[in-house]
């Protein structure tokens, strides 16, 4: 959840940077806040669509090496 916060406003910081330094006249400030945390939402809902799969490939495989190895060390028919 941590990584994900951090995500969001590094994408967001980003995104007002870019639109201060591309504006031909002074942009309000709300109005940019309020846009550049819509367009990061949306881009950080683009990135965890594209690497859920693997996000949850990693989780299976770490849980399912944990439970044999925990399965391995307490076999009382071994």
């Not at 330094?21 to 002074?26: G, I």
Request: net charge positive; no cysteine.
């Amino acid at each position: 959840m941590e990584g994900s916060v951090n995500a969001l406003l590094t994408l967001r910081v980003g995104i007002v940077t870019r639109k201060y330094l591309t504006a031909m006249t002074n942009p309000s400030r709300k109005f940019l806040r309020r846009t550049s945390s819509l367009q990061a939402a949306g881009m950080l809902g683009g990135i965890i669509r594209t690497n859920s799969v693997t996000i949850i490939k990693s989780f299976a495989g770490a849980v399912k090496n944990a439970t044999v190895t925990k399965a391995t060390k307490y076999n009382p028919f071994k």
